[in-house]
Nanobody, 121 residues
């Protein structure tokens, strides 16, 4: 059973920093694309940042220059370093990954349960 678990959320003042980490566990053969999404209050879930298996990255325009996504393939983790946080960054942050596991056919998308990030003004 593959699980993704996020950690590192919390309350921070505007201008501050947080680092989110997502760890994939279970019997995993490979992980390709990984990403962070967020759902702000009253809004739909949106892509924040993504990283491919070859470490190509992409970011939402609203976080470019402030957030950095990275991964550690040996540990099956993906992280999101968030600097210069703004109140509009508040939301629940979810990680996702395309995982190849022995019990499934092909790569399947798995999601974590989310971690709350609150930025106060």
């Amino acid at each position: 059973q593959v699980q993704l678990v996020e950690s590192g959320g919390g309350l921070v003042q505007a201008g501050g920093s947080l680092r989110l980490t997502c760890a994939a566990s279970g019997t995993i053969i490979a992980i390709t694309d990984m990403a962070w999404y967020r759902r702000a209050p009253g809004k739909e879930r949106e892509l924040v940042a993504g990283i491919t298996g070859s470490n190509r990255t992409n970011y939402a325009e609203s976080v470019k220059g402030r957030f950095t996504i990275s991964r550690d393939n040996a540990k099956n983790t993906v992280s999101l370093q968030m600097n210069s946080l703004k109140p509009e960054d508040t939301g629940v942050y979810f990680c996702t990954g395309k995982v190849l596991a022995p019990a499934t056919v092909g790569f399947n998308n798995y999601w974590g349960q989310g971690t709350q990030v609150t930025v106060s003004s």
